[in-house]
């Protein structure tokens, strides 16, 4: 349980981070002043704050993109987690090697004819 808590714990740390980068990173915010700028890189609520003081019109569009791409990023390093995970799990699995071939249904009813 505990192993359990700490994995969600780190795991929601490190793709907090992924989203808050990309949206960053992404953020068009040109034309603005330093100070507001750097406010709008904080959050999406920011952002819209930020717009209706300075009046600037594509800012919340240019957030809204933002968003939607750091989310995209973040459900594509999930989706590889699981498919990696998944391969984990399928290669260690105790007994998956060794999985006794299924009967072949044709011998017996052949035999039966005999």
């Known amino acids: 349980m505990t192993l359990r808590q700490a994995g969600g714990a780190t795991g929601i740390a490190l793709l907090g981070s992924l989203l808050s980068g990309a949206f960053r990173d992404r953020l068009d915010v040109a034309g603005l002043p330093p100070q507001a700028a750097d406010t709008a890189g904080e959050s999406v609520v920011a952002v819209r704050l930020v717009a209706e003081r300075s009046g600037a019109p594509g800012l919340i569009a240019s957030a809204n993109g933002a968003y939607a791409h750091g989310t995209a990023l973040v459900l ?7 498919l990696v995970s998944a391969l984990l ?3 260690f699995l105790p007994g998956a090697r060794s999985a006794p071939a299924a009967p072949d249904m044709a011998t017996p009813a052949a035999d039966a004819g005999q």
């Open 89 to 91: 799990v399928a290669g």
């Open 76 to 82: 594509l390093v999930c989706a590889l987690a699981s």
